[in-house]
């Protein structure tokens, strides 16, 4: 017989869409915030700062009222903190900790060792120089931040995509013998540093997460001190691995942490509902995977909004990367962040200046913009290696909808077979169950039930987070 699941309601959140007003207001309502759900969970949420951001007070507001970690951008990097030979600066890196401080906040030291922005007279070095500088610079670095900093990326972003160790000043220099060498040095000047190896396209199983993980596994048996490994996460807008959870677990079962140190969400611009709902989902299952992991220590968000964010620069096209839009409100991704840590769904912003990031070319659908709320309750029936799920959706706003679609996450191994009063697509992963012609429209207080048969391998439960025309619904 299916087993049956009921979802408890989180009466709580029914209805409680907060106003918010202005760009002071993203703190949303006290126990909302991105820091103290976290916290109350054991966990950190981070953003990147840099010098500049700490002159915009919009930015600061949010930055402190949201984060309780900061990793500063580039101060801390090899071409600001010792542009030649022996002379180090330490004032942007000092400003960047001293402004942490003053707010409550934890600091990622990022980085010690990185091929990039990595000064010509590092790479022009002779050979046998390199491991001298690289342990002087090392040294006065991590001993200047002694005590003020949590962790600290110690070598960055060492691996090719095939899993190969890049062939930087470094490793040209002293094979891979440099990796073990920065760590023992850096813990040599700070002890009490968590020492991280940070690395982007690590998140789900691959070449070159099997890379790294063959290489702390390595470090460990050697007793190498290495606290952790710090995933990039540099993701585009449904691409979110499927497997990043079980990819944290084997770390993990190393012994050592797993961060998310510098996430971030891109989408070719210009952004849309739908575009901001899929990364809503990416951002919850993120989320939702660093929870579940033990051993996970917390996330970080690199930058703070899309005006801040480096993916316009780096990504030619791509942009509306992060949780916040220029104007510095809370795009849908924030609300299903706040979901996934346990909180009470806010809508993101009522206020008449937002807008989609970057798209202001692009109207914001019916349901997104002021008025908009919605509630999904959901009803799973189980069986060894199926399921069907019933998923009852409410306008909770008070603006009428034509047509809805509505985004989520499988939990992994669950693959949709069938549908009905609704078409979904893909099958797995972050998913999308658009409206047929006879249920789209929901008038304010309406609702309609939809539905679907998967397998699964196990795993049984309801997504966590879902977004209907790019709002995020409360649960229940
Ligand atoms: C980026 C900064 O955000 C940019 O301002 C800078 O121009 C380039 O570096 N991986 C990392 C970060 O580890 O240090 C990078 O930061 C983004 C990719």
């Known amino acids: ?148 900093v949590y962790a600290w990326d110690v070598v960055n972003e060492p691996f090719n995509e095939d899993g190969s160790l890049r062939q930087d000043a470094f490793y040209n220099a002293m094979g891979s013998g440099y990796l073990a060498d920065a760590l023992r040095t850096a813990h040599a000047a700070d002890p009490n540093a968590k020492l991280y190896l940070n690395d982007y396209n690590i998140e789900g199983e691959n070449a070159k997460s099997n890379a790294m993980y063959n290489l702390v596994a390595s470090l460990k048996s050697q007793g190498v001190p290495i606290d952790g490994v710090g995933l990039e996460s540099h993701f585009i807008v449904g691409q979110v691995p499927s497997d990043m959870k079980a990819n944290m677990q084997r770390f993990t079962a190393l012994g050592v942490n797993v961060a998310v140190t510098e996430l971030d969400d891109r989408i070719q611009l210009p952004a849309n509902s739908g575009s901001l709902a899929q990364q809503a989902a990416d951002y919850a299952t993120v989320v939702n995977d660093c929870l579940a992991v033990a051993g996970c220590v917390g996330v970080s968000q690199w930058g703070v909004g899309d005006a801040d964010s480096w993916i316009p ?20 991704a924030y609300s299903a962040v706040v979901t996934a840590l346990g909180g009470s769904s806010p809508t993101p912003s009522s206020s008449p200046t937002s807008s989609p990031s970057s798209s202001p070319s692009s109207s914001a659908s019916p349901s997104s913009g002021p008025g908009a709320g919605c509630r999904v309750g959901a009803v799973v029936n189980a069986w060894n290696t199926g399921l069907t799920e ?40 972050a998913v999308t169950a658009t409206s047929l012609s006879y249920n789209g429209t929901l008038a304010p207080g309406a609702a309609t039930t939809v539905g679907f048969q998967a397998t699964h391998t196990g795993n049984t439960a309801a997504p966590t987070a879902f977004t209907l025309n790019g709002t995020a619904c409360t649960i229940g």
């Open 1 to 148: 017989m299916p087993s049956r699941v009921l979802l408890a309601a989180v009466a709580a959140a029914t209805g409680a869409a907060l106003l918010l007003t202005g760009p002071g207001a993203q703190a949303g309502a006290a126990g909302t915030s991105l820091k103290t759900l976290a916290e109350s969970g054991g966990h950190y949420f981070g953003t990147a700062l840099t010098q500049s951001n700490l002159s915009n007070s919009t930015l600061t507001a949010v930055a402190s009222s949201q984060f309780d970690m900061v990793t500063p951008g580039n101060e801390m990097k090899w071409d600001t903190t010792e542009p030649s030979n022996g002379n180090y600066n330490f004032g942007p890196g000092d400003q960047i900790v001293s402004y942490a401080k003053a707010n409550g906040m934890r600091v990622r030291g990022h980085n010690l060792v990185w091929h990039s922005q990595l000064p010509g007279w590092v790479s022009n070095l002779p050979s046998n120089q390199v491991q001298g500088v690289m342990e002087s610079h090392i040294t006065t670095e991590a001993t200047h931040y002694k005590g003020q």
């Open 313 to 332: 620069g780096a990504f030619s096209g791509y942009g509306a990367a992060t949780m916040y839009d220029n104007n510095y409100q809370p795009k849908p």
């Open 390 to 429: 019933n998923l009852t959706i409410t306008n909770t706003g008070t603006t009428a909808l034509n047509s809805w679609s509505l985004a989520f996450t499988l939990p992994g191994g669950q693959t949709v077979t069938s549908a009905w009063n609704t078409a979904i697509t893909p099958s797995s992963g």
